[in-house]
């Protein structure tokens, strides 16, 4: 049994981590600076995440600079694999971060874009290397339990239903999916259960959680009831309601097989 894993998540903003709620957008003035990303970055190395996750916010190719300079000093002091995305439409984006120092690199629009892509990236560096990430809303419009996939930060609607867009990502050679709930982003009352459970009983590759977790309990929800393979979390981390080790503590407690990383 491969053990459940607990990944913070760091959006950047012009070199700096941000939060919002509900893909909040910088331009109204709706993402808090919550610190200097490489700091957070070792913190959470030393409280023993299993992995950790940036996500470019700025996505351009003037913002762009910043955020390669804090992978690569996140790389160099760090020693949990990094996953990056944000931006990612061609091989030359996968290339470049993968030199600053990424170990995976994340694509989200891009692949609605032209899914191709995916398919490129996978057979040229591994499908270990690519994850499939999906940002989805509930479709409240549906007489049936749906979800729409979006783009651009969550701005646009693409007519795409989650589920069928998880099996494609995975048959394009994902290695990975990252579901993200708009609905549950930032807003700390837990993740969306039964979108990841879907998911994860959809297709054969790793599952991570992500939007809502504002307590142990959800990441213990997320992980046992719904099946994901890994947690995502970024503001209960962040603001300090808990450390990661406190985490993997209460999950370990609670009978799920955890990693168990030696801290110094």
């Known amino acids: ?17 941000t939060r919002g709620q509900q893909f ?8 808090r600076d919550v610190g200097d990303p490489v700091e957070l970055a070792m913190r959470y190395n030393d409280q023993g995440a299993d992995e950790l996750v940036f996500y470019d916010i700025t996505a351009t190719s003037e913002g762009r600079s910043a955020m390669l300079e ?27 971060l993968f030199r600053a120092g990424a170990d995976k690199v994340s694509i989200n629009s891009g692949a609605v874009s032209r899914p191709e892509i995916v398919r490129e990236a996978a057979d040229h560096y591994g499908s270990q290397a690519v994850v ?14 749906s979800w729409e996939v979006y783009v651009s930060g969550g701005r646009k609607a693409t007519g795409l239903d989650l589920i069928a867009w998880a099996v494609r990502g995975q048959e394009l050679g994902a290695g990975e999916i990252v579901l993200n709930s708009i609905d549950g ?37 997320v992980l ?6 890994a947690a995502l979390a970024a503001g209960m981390f962040h603001h ?16 799920l ?8």
């Open 257 to 264: 097989h955890i990693r168990r990383t030696q801290l110094y």
């Open 240 to 255: 300090r309601h808990y450390t990661v080790a406190e985490v993997k503590d209460y999950l370990a407690a609670a009978g």
């Open 132 to 145: 499939f990430s999906i940002d989805a809303k509930r479709n409240l419009q549906s007489s049936k339990l």
């Open 185 to 221: 982003d930032g807003m700390k009352t837990g993740y969306d259960l039964e979108a990841t459970l879907a998911v994860a009983r959809a297709v054969d590759i790793p599952v991570v959680a992500s939007g809502g977790a504002g307590t142990a309990q959800h990441m213990l929800e």
């Open 1 to 17: 049994m491969l053990a459940k894993r607990i990944i913070p998540c760091l959006d950047v903003h012009n070199g700096r981590t």
């Open 224 to 229: 046992r009831y719904a099946e994901a393979d």
């Open 24 to 31: 909040g957008k910088a331009e109204q003035g709706e993402l």
């Open 70 to 96: 804090v992978i690569t000093r996140t790389a160099e002091a760090c020693f949990m694999p990094l996953t990056v995305g944000g931006g990612v439409r061609s091989l030359a984006d996968f290339h470049v």
